[in-house]
């Protein structure tokens, strides 16, 4: 079987493409019947499918060494022709949703293919491709200033990923230093940081009052390609957060300050869970890899059929390394049926994390490409994704002692409590974002005004110190969505939402509970959120008293499981 690493690639012509796309628009516009655009229609995704599958091995690459001139080239040719691509594919889009035989389409291929077909063209116009270009540029740039830091510390020169396992420390001072470092390096770039994020949100801004809204909200819900709810429904959410979830998270970490011995949690204490230090997995990568194999062949009929097909392909880029983008991700190459995994291991449990949560993508994506769904249905909006991923992350629970040997428990606890804390911080980010974009003209000190309010609303129980770069609240900086991926926050919330009804469901009956995911995960994309969490017989967290019902067994069951 082929692995990854001989993946042939070839960079498309994308000037024959746009004239390929063009004319199978064409064709759906002169169809005289419903076959004929369907079969125009069917060839159009089959053809983009060819297109992404390039892209995607060229930025899988690129990932792995940012400092590759042939891979850096490659996405400065994707940036530049990606939404060039994108406005032909919309095309076709646009003579699907025009087309005089709808009805008889939408009953062959589903009503709710046309409603995404009418949010994505929504969401770009030939008018706004230069500045659509400009803004791919931009964020390739944060993302190489983001890969270029080496951090002195410890007698070593370290990146940020490399960096957490020292914010992990047992030794305080050591915790308070990693953080330190790490702030110090934004400071050190703080003007490449604000003026980047300020050209972006300039940028998206001039992009939307193009297509004729006030400010970027709105068309960033349309590129999120959110169905069934909008801004009010999040609004909403985040005041149940505020008001049932930040009461307990104040409670749970009055627990943990007495647990590891502070008076005062602060920043660098929040990931500290045990006075003896948190759980740390046991063994090499390698180890931790192998180990991942074997729960996944044991943990179900169809996860062990999917591991496999990632080990034997080495769909897998998990090491730190000098050059190497920040953080992690799954994605599909569709040519090759094929999910893979990227991320960045430092040693901490967050590696475990990993080979759970974009596992959790991973395997969606491989059960999806056995359906041989149409694009469109075979990808699902993230905050249902997220839902693939953080699910696994506690329906995988029985198997931490493989990882963690005797401080599985430790580990345990400490992923649910860290979870739960989740919750606030991702309405902070989200709120952050609508502050931000509907005030575009807002001034780098106003914007970290806001953020720090917002720690004061969501966090009230954490002491920033005077850690450099996050006391001024500037630590949103941090997080790469806000400038790649606006308004992709609040997903990770809503999908934690619900991982944790089938947490509970599976704590009833894990047979019940894996049912319920694995339900859930065949439905790919083709249901709208509410009615995806409706068909896996689970509450939406848009719905009055969702979270307080969670809370009441969140606490109950941290408080039982304090060692």
């Not at 000037?15 to 796309?21: F, Q, R, S, V, W």
């Not at 807002?442 to 920033?464: F, H, S, V």
């Amino acid at each position: 079987m082929t692995a990854f690493r001989d993946y042939p690639y070839r960079r498309p012509d994308l000037e024959k493409a746009k004239e390929e796309l063009a004319g199978l628009a064409d064709i759906i516009r002169k169809a005289p019947d419903a076959a004929a655009q369907k079969e125009a229609f069917l060839s159009c995704g089959a053809f983009c499918e060819k297109l992404d599958s390039a892209s995607v091995i060229a930025s899988i690459r690129h990932t792995a060494d940012t400092a590759d001139p042939f891979y850096a080239g490659e996405i400065e040719y994707y940036d530049r022709m990606g939404p060039l691509i994108e406005d032909r594919r919309l095309e076709v889009y646009k003579a699907m949703l025009r087309s005089p035989f709808r009805q008889e389409l939408e009953a062959q291929l589903g009503p709710l293919l046309f409603e995404k077909m009418e949010t994505e063209v929504k969401g770009s116009d030939p008018a706004i491709l230069e500045l659509m270009q400009k803004e791919n540029a931009l964020e390739t740039e944060y993302q190489k200033l983001y890969a270029s830091a080496r951090i002195p510390f410890n007698g070593k020169e370290l990146t940020i990923p490399q960096l957490t396992y020292y914010k992990q420390s047992r030794d305080r001072t050591v915790r308070r230093a990693a953080f330190c470092a790490e702030g110090e390096f934004f400071d050190a770039h703080r003007e490449e940081f604000d003026r980047l994020f300020d050209e972006l949100v300039k940028n998206r801004t001039a992009q939307a009052q193009v297509l004729g809204h006030e400010s970027f909200t709105p068309l960033g819900y349309i590129r999120m390609k959110r169905c069934g709810y909008g801004p009010a429904e999040v609004e909403r959410y985040r005041a149940q957060t505020a008001e049932e979830i930040v009461p307990l998270i104040a409670r749970v970490k009055e627990i943990q300050k007495r647990r590891i011995g502070t008076e005062a949690l602060c920043l660098w204490d929040d990931s500290f869970y045990f006075p003896d230090g948190n759980a740390m997995p046991s063994g090499s990568a390698e180890e931790i890899l192998s180990a991942g194999r074997r729960m996944y062949r044991e943990l179900s009929p169809e996860t062990a059929e999917f591991i496999d097909f990632m080990f034997e392909r080495e769909l897998f880029d998990l090491l730190s390394r000098p050059g190497k983008a920040p953080g992690g991700y799954c994605t599909y190459i569709p040519d090759f049926k094929s999910p893979f995994i990227f991320s960045n291991f430092n040693g901490t449990s967050g590696d475990v994390d990993v080979l759970t949560h974009e596992a959790g993508h991973a395997f969606a994506a491989y059960r999806a490409a056995k359906q041989k769904l149409i694009p469109e249905y075979s990808s699902a909006s993230m905050e249902i994704c997220e839902i693939h991923s953080m699910s696994m992350e506690f329906l995988t629970s029985g198997f931490r002692g493989l990882f963690f040997g005797r401080d599985a428990a430790k580990y345990e606890l400490s992923h649910a409590e860290s979870a739960l804390s989740f919750l606030p911080y991702g309405c902070m980010v989200d709120e952050f974002q609508h502050i931000v974009y509907a005030d575009p003209g807002l001034a780098p000190e106003q914007r970290n005004r806001a953020w720090l309010e917002l720690e004061r609303k969501y966090r009230p129980y954490l002491d920033l110190g005077d850690l450099p770069f996050y006391s001024r609240g500037a630590g949103w900086q941090r997080q790469l969505h806000l400038y790649e991926c606006p308004f992709y926050y609040i997903d990770y919330c809503l999908a934690q939402t619900v991982a944790f009804q089938l947490w509970e469901a599976w704590l009833k009956c894990p047979a019940d509970g894996w049912q319920r995911y694995l339900t859930l995960v065949d439905l790919a994309g083709t249901k709208s959120f509410p009615g995806l969490v409706q068909s896996a017989g689970l509450k939406s967290p848009f719905e009055p008293g969702c979270l307080k019902a969670l809370s009441q067994f969140l606490e109950g069951w941290i408080r039982e499981n304090q060692l």
